[in-house]
């Protein structure tokens, strides 16, 4: 087998037993097993190179070749430069003195929150802390294996922090970024009537670019505000956050032009 194929079937199986870590360390879902699935691909591809260009030699099957080859080389390196944008934007800091600072849900454990959400939230009260007046407004409903919405188990963190009870909002229906910002913004409008209001979004780094993009679709003056990421976690939301991207900038934009 030469180097290239050993190095192909190495990154695959190794980004296998990432993808099976991460399922066991927190939930099985499609989101989670993507690094599984990506380094079955390129494991397969390593793994049957002479089968393949022993049976595509010709033909469609020679063009089939060629476009698979095309694009994997795509897919790294569109990977690597967005990585590299979704990090640089995660590291941005927000301008001080916002109204309010939503906080994007990011999933619980039974009634208590993980670990991104924790970020989350620590860096939404570090930052309530420095501007006093800012209300804080969580966001996120009820996910499969949670056993009370996210938006409560948000409050009820902040409130064991010291946040005032009357400087938080809470939206409890949403399943989805673009939900949060939707269902939120009916909220800022009640408790900021004929107002233009400054929104700080608080979210991991990796994922502010996006949410930022959702945040201009529906109408927010927003800035965001990058939380720690789970280190464990990085590569495995990265890659996450690459195909959600990518679903954004397609099927997304046709249910944002359905609201």
Known sequence: ????????????????GYGALVCLLTTFSLGNALSFFVGAVFF????????????CQAGWRAWFHRLLQGALVLFLGSFCL????????????????ADVVLVLGAGL?????????????????????????????VSGGQGPNE?????SAMKQYLLEKGVAESDLLVEESSS?????????????????????????YVTNGFHVFRAGCIAKQTGYDAHGLG??????????????EYFSLLNF??????LLSSW
């Open 44 to 55: 397969c591809y390593g793994f049957w190179y002479p089968a393949l260009c022993a049976h």
């Open 109 to 137: 454990k039974g009634d208590q929150v993980s670990l991104s959400l924790a970020y989350r939230l620590d860096a939404a009260f570090d930052y309530y802390l420095q501007n006093p007046g800012c209300k804080i407004l």
């Open 249 to 254: 900038f397609t099927f997304d934009q046709l």
């Open 227 to 240: 939380a720690k990421t789970v280190p464990y976690l990085a590569p495995a939301q990265y890659l996450r």
């Open 147 to 151: 056993w009370v919405t996210e938006g």
């Open 82 to 97: 967005c990585s590299v944008l979704l990090y640089i934007t995660g590291k941005e800091e927000p301008p001080q003195g």
């Open 176 to 200: 989805r970024t673009m939900e949060n910002f939707l269902f939120s913004k009916l909220l800022i409008e009640e408790a900021f009537p004929q107002k233009e209001v400054t929104v700080v």
């Open 1 to 16: 087998m030469s180097l290239w194929r050993k190095t192909v079937c190495v990154f695959g199986a190794v980004f296998m």
